[in-house]
């Protein structure tokens, strides 16, 4: 994975980052398999990652383009019935703008970098499972 120029992680370094976004997911915000997920969110690593843990997890994910406005992305988070919606700094959208218990959360605020390595990795949901047949 690339940030600009800059190589920030291969595919070993970031299946871990994921495996350990999607422990956090499961335990710190209880997503389940089928759970909504929206991403209303700029393209960068964070996405990137936050994209796949949900997808680990057997989540499914909803992505807002961030170029729309932040009451349309609260109405389309809602219509999708996601129970969680990541931003960029996790303030674009007002509280009155979701249903009660839905919330907005930063996107470097599941496993921050800092303690990323503490947290326990996630096995893949059987969605995410290849068989051999």
Same mark, same amino acid.
């Given at each position: 994975?690339?940030?600009?120029?800059?190589?920030?992680?291969? =595919?070993?370094?970031? %299946?871990?980052?994921?495996?350990?976004? $999607? #422990?956090?997911? !499961?335990?710190?915000?209880?997503? /389940?398999?089928?759970?909504?997920?929206?991403?209303?969110?700029?393209?960068?690593?964070?996405?990137?990652? +936050?994209? =796949?843990? *949900?997808?680990?997890?057997? &989540?499914?994910?909803?992505? *807002?383009?961030?170029?729309?406005?932040?009451?349309?992305?609260?109405?389309?988070?809602?219509? $999708?019935?996601? @129970?969680?919606?990541? @931003?960029?700094?996790? !303030?674009? +959208?007002?509280?009155?703008?979701?249903?009660? #218990?839905?919330?907005?959360?930063?996107? #470097? @605020? /599941?496993?921050?970098?800092?303690?990323? &390595?503490?947290?326990?990795?996630?096995?893949?949901?059987?969605?995410? %499972?290849?068989?051999?047949?």
């Amino acid at each position: 994975m690339f940030q600009g120029l800059r190589l920030v992680a291969d =595919y070993r370094e970031l %299946t871990a980052r994921v495996r350990r976004r $999607a #422990g956090a997911l !499961q335990r710190q915000h209880a997503l /389940v398999p089928g759970d909504r997920v929206a991403l209303f969110m700029k393209n960068s690593g964070d996405y990137l990652e +936050l994209l =796949y843990a *949900i997808w680990w997890v057997g &989540a499914v994910a909803v992505p *807002i383009n961030a170029k729309l406005h932040p009451t349309e992305a609260a109405w389309i988070a809602t219509d $999708a019935q996601a @129970s969680l919606v990541f @931003s960029d700094d996790g !303030q674009c +959208l007002a509280p009155d703008q979701l249903p009660a #218990g839905r919330r907005e959360l930063a996107a #470097g @605020s /599941v496993v921050a970098v800092a303690h990323c &390595a503490t947290v326990q990795p996630a096995q893949p949901s059987r969605a995410m %499972t290849l068989r051999a047949n």
